[in-house]
């Protein structure tokens, strides 16, 4: 089992590109999220799949679109980038209101 | 939103000695969550503590929950040099899908 992955694990943009970050589980869980985490701060949820098929904003949804394209995979889109997405980005699963499982992260600079 | 507060920011213990952190929330809970985070590393689950439970343990870990003050608090004992990280708590409201809300964190560092 290779449990949450993520790709790409680093990546530097210009103002206004735009890029995906691909998330995937291959553990069979229901719920999926995408998270930011700045220097110091703890994570934000920006959006989340309850379940294959579903999406819904979390707390800092601005910037961001998502498309869960089956089970397995969950993406986030930064359509177009600005420096305030410079971040750490996490993606998790899990299966409903248990622990979480986290993927290593995508550390993105926007310049 | 900011649901729980991890106190202190920081710790610095020497290998063997204990280390308390605490986290304290706003909102009634389903469960609140431990995780630790190794310098530039992803979040590694530690202990779930659901909110009918007051005392979890798991190992060197002990985990409190009291619900009438909203608070939690992380025991380490015996620390290790390996246990530097940083310590995170997040908290499952009701109906919430499994959403957690995550505090700013611990930093700890165990010192050889």
């Known amino acids: 089992n290779a449990g949450v992955t993520q790709t790409p694990k680093f990546q530097v943009l210009k103002t206004g590109q735009s890029m995906t970050l691909q998330c995937a589980q291959d553990m069979n869980h229901n719920s999926m999220y995408w998270y930011r985490q700045d220097p110091g701060m703890g994570l934000r949820l920006i959006y989340y799949?309850?379940?294959?098929?579903?999406?819904d904003k979390g707390e800092v949804p601005n910037g961001y679109n998502v498309s869960r394209l089956n089970k397995r995979e969950f993406s986030l889109r930064l359509e177009s980038a600005a420096p305030s997405q410079t971040s750490v980005y996490f993606c998790?699963?899990?299966?409903?209101?248990?622990?979480?499982?986290f993927g290593p992260g995508t550390r993105l600079t926007v310049l | 939103s900011q649901q729980g507060e991890e106190d202190p920011q920081a710790l610095s213990i020497q290998e063997g000695e204990n280390a308390t952190m605490n986290c304290s929330y706003k909102t009634s809970i389903n469960n609140l969550q431990w995780y630790r985070q190794n310098s530039g590393r992803g979040l590694v689950h530690l202990i779930l503590?659901?909110?009918?439970?007051r005392e979890k343990h798991s190992g060197r870990l002990r985990v409190t929950l009291d619900t009438s003050k909203k608070s939690s608090s992380l025991l380490i004992t015996a620390s290790r040099a390996a246990d530097t990280a940083s310590y995170f708590c997040a908290t499952a409201t009701h109906g919430s899908q499994g959403n957690l809300i995550f505090g700013k964190g611990t930093k700890l560092s165990v010192k050889p």
């Open positions: 799949s309850a379940s294959e098929g579903t999406t």
């Open positions: 503590i659901r909110s009918n439970e």
């Open positions: 998790a699963s899990n299966p409903a209101d248990m622990q979480q499982f």
